[in-house]
């Protein structure tokens, strides 16, 4: 009896395609995702964004800069391109700041004047003054600023073997009861035939810091972070906020199938109710639903937890209406594809939990690589992230939020004429 029990129930599972979709399909399509994003990693790194800018102009500098350019794991830039203009002009401070808090790059490191003349030196005595350094960063991304520090620690023993013999001499006539003037002019003379190597191309994993000590000191400045109340928060409402409002317009739009099922549906269509006008109070409903979902998110996140809703309500609106339009849109469209509510559950688990690792809202985007981040972008879930990004994180003007705005719009009409279409058959049944 108890294995007639079992074999009964595992036939209701092979004839279940829903059950048997959620038991086993989505593990393995949701962990094909991850591995895909995670597994890879060693030969699918995303390059890091670094804008480089050399006040200096030295020897030293020169050398540094050609060295950290030629680092595999960063994309770096020396040059601003103009519009209008064929020739592209070096980045200064203002223009490399002015990059990172508009999200083009995540970092900028500027070599200051005087790089050159200071001695590079593992020491931390009073009298010590290492070559500095500032970077300008993006604290939205992290990951980078870590990685970056390490690299520049590296760079600048691999790169500066000069600098780094210099100061190995005058440490030893510091500490070593002084050097005679045959021996330092040797010394430097042997410094001056060194060659310079060649740099690895490999980026370091180390995750030094500006309080690390290394032969330069990094000062690191957060360009957008300082002035928020709670930046983690800021970024888990606009991830978190899209991707429960797939879910939830999924659910709702499952109304049609049981409307279908139950006969209301044939009902409501004998009347002079059509089925786009009937669609079209659907999408109503559910963008209400969902731009009331937003709004109490963001409000209980202002209340608790430092989003600050208040200061950037025209740019909160602005992408509610967008994204509530183009996730109503999506959940219609998973409604039309699915034959029961089982079907639609099993649809909607595995395709909004996939736009969801993949398009950001479980996994920064910033973890990813670049072939991951480039896929990305064909989810509602990242162009969503990116306007309220722009209106929380970097606080741009609403003009900013156009290309957003119109990919988000033209995917809630593409997906309404596409869910249309689908709808079609519960017109001719």
Do not use: C
């Not at 910033?366 to 929380?392: C, H, M, P, R």
Request: charge should be positive; glycine fraction near 10%.
């Amino acid at each position: 009896m108890i294995f007639a029990v079992a074999w009964n129930r595992f036939l209701n599972l092979m004839h279940d395609r829903a059950a048997f979709v959620l038991a086993f399909i989505v593990p393995i399509v949701f962990f094909s995702v991850f591995a895909l994003i995670f597994g890879g990693t060693r030969s699918a790194t995303r390059h890091v964004g670094l804008i480089l800018v050399d006040e200096d102009s030295s020897e030293n500098s020169r050398r540094f800069v050609t060295a950290l350019t030629a680092e595999k794991g960063l994309a770096v830039e020396t040059r601003l391109a103009v519009t209008g203009s064929p020739n592209a002009i070096p980045y200064d401070r203002e223009s490399a700041v002015a990059a990172v808090r508009e999200g083009r790059v995540s970092l900028a490191l500027v070599i200051p004047k005087g790089f050159g003349q200071a001695p590079l030196t593992f020491g931390g005595g009073p009298g010590d003054k290492k070559p500095r350094l500032v970077l300008y960063a993006d604290t939205s991304d992290p990951v980078a600023p870590q990685l970056v520090l390490g690299v520049v620690q590296k760079v600048a023993v691999t790169a500066l073997p000069g600098a780094l013999a210099q100061a190995g001499i005058e440490a030893m006539d510091r500490w070593g009861g002084g050097l005679t003037p045959q021996q330092r002019e040797t010394l430097e003379k042997n410094i001056a035939m060194m060659p310079t190597p060649t740099a690895s191309g490999t980026a370091s994993s180390g995750g030094a810091s500006n309080k690390t000590p290394g032969v330069l000191d990094v000062d690191v400045e957060d360009v957008l972070g300082q002035s928020k109340k709670n930046p983690t928060a800021t970024l888990l409402a606009a991830g978190l906020g899209v991707m429960f409002l797939l879910f939830s317009a999924a659910g709702a739009g499952g109304a049609l199938i049981e409307e279908a099922e139950s006969g209301t549906l044939d009902r409501i269509l004998a009347t002079r109710v059509s089925m786009t006008p009937l669609l079209l109070g659907k999408l109503l409903y559910l963008f209400t639903v969902a731009v009331f979902q937003l709004t109490v998110m963001f409000v209980w996140g202002e209340i608790f937890f430092g989003v600050e809703l208040h200061r950037h309500i025209w740019g909160f609106l602005i992408m509610s209406v967008a994204t509530g339009l183009a996730t109503s849109s999506f959940g219609l469209v998973l409604a039309g594809l699915s034959r029961s509510r089982m079907q639609l559950v099993a649809l909607s688990n595995l395709i909004i939990l996939v736009m969801s690792a993949v398009g950001g809202s479980m996994v920064p985007r910033y973890l990813l690589s670049e072939s991951i981040q480039k896929l990305g972008l064909w989810t509602i879930n990242a162009w969503a992230i990116d306007g309220f990004l722009k209106v929380f994180w970097r606080e741009e003007p609403l003009t900013h939020l156009w290309p957003q705005v119109l990919v988000l719009l033209a995917a809630a009409v593409g997906l309404f004429l596409l869910a249309r279409r689908l709808a079609r058959r519960w017109e001719r049944a």
